[in-house]
């Protein structure tokens, strides 16, 4: 997206009589945002300014819709990146989220989430073979996630900013399920009894999450006490849930993948 300077200064050239082809040779900025803002403007319509950041600008608010962005938070905890892409001088960023193909479901609501935090920005389906990137460029990612960083997540500290404590504990239900949508399942484990009589089986559902980093576990146990959730540690890097009423509460609200 441009801002504001951008579109005044390509429309002044644009009323000096030179031509869209010239004006985005001169400005950089592409002919059909050019051509958008001719048409608008000629048509009396107002030329929308730029979608500012919430966070950087000179009044920072949380990201709206909130329960949208806990989810996507999530997803980039999990599953998620944020990498700069094109002339550095631009300072553009990608936000890359990584989902299974076998999850379409899961795709679209990443997908929505991204629209809905911003919705000018283009959303991408890269697939890459069993799994689909999907990602969005904006300016204003790392104000968004300020957990990006060099490196993986799990060889740095990763904490919460204040206003994202305050929103993941407002909205801890779509928190938790962009963890487990991410680095999360639902299964059922089958246990054998041996008896007198043979062996007896029996079922039940358990939910997961494996994460290599403490930070992002500590984040998911504390949202789990916070909906006061059992859980247990299966293994260093493994959240187990599984007792019928905690299961229960997660069904309520996050499901199986689809």
Same mark, same amino acid.
């Given at each position: ?6 579109? =005044?200064?390509?429309?002044? %050239? ?29 048509? $009396? ?5 730029? /979608? ?19 989810? +996507? ?17 631009? /300072?553009?960023?990608? +936000? /890359? ?8 479901? %899961? ?6 989430? !991204?629209?809905?935090?911003?919705? #000018?920005?283009?959303?991408?389906? %890269?697939? %890459? ?15 968004? &996630?300020?957990?990006?960083?060099? $490196? ?8 919460? #900013? ?5 929103? @993941? ?6 928190? @938790? ?6 680095? $999360? ?5 089958? @246990? ?16 997961? &999450?494996? =994460?290599?980093?403490?930070? !992002?576990?500590?984040? &998911? ?7 006061? !959730? ?6 260093? =890097? ?10 229960? /509460?997660? #069904?309520?609200? @996050?499901?199986?993948?689809?």
């Amino acid at each position: 997206m441009y801002d504001v300077a951008s579109r =005044n200064r390509a429309l002044e %050239l644009l009323a000096q009589g030179l031509t869209v082809a010239e004006v985005s040779r001169r400005t950089q900025i592409s002919r059909w945002a050019i051509r958008d803002w001719q048409l608008r403007a000629d048509q $009396g319509m107002p030329v929308a300014p730029a /979608r500012s950041c919430p966070r950087c600008g000179s009044q920072p608010t949380s990201l709206a819709p909130e329960d949208k962005y806990a989810y +996507l938070l999530g997803l980039y905890l999990g599953d998620g990146c944020i990498s700069p892409v094109g002339d550095p001088a631009k /300072r553009i960023w990608s +936000l /890359r989220i990584f989902c299974a193909d076998k999850y379409p479901g %899961l795709q679209t609501e990443c997908a929505d989430a !991204i629209r809905a935090i911003r919705p #000018d920005n283009k959303v991408r389906f %890269l697939p %890459l073979g069993g799994c689909t990137e999907i990602n969005s460029h904006s300016k204003h990612w790392p104000c968004m &996630f300020p957990q990006h960083g060099p $490196g993986k997540k799990h060889t740095r500290k990763i904490t919460l #900013d204040g206003w994202q404590q305050e929103l @993941v504990e407002r909205f801890t239900k779509p928190f @938790v399920r962009g963890l487990i949508h991410s680095d $999360g399942s639902r299964s059922t484990n089958r @246990v054998r009894h041996a008896t007198e009589t043979g062996d007896r089986w029996y079922e039940y559902p358990r939910y997961f &999450f494996t =994460n290599e980093s403490a930070d !992002i576990t500590q984040l &998911f146990t504390d949202a789990l006490d916070r909906l006061g !959730i059992a859980w247990r540690h299966s293994n260093r =890097n493994n959240i187990s849930v599984a007792r019928r009423d905690a299961v229960a /509460r997660l #069904d309520g609200f @996050v499901g199986p993948k689809y």
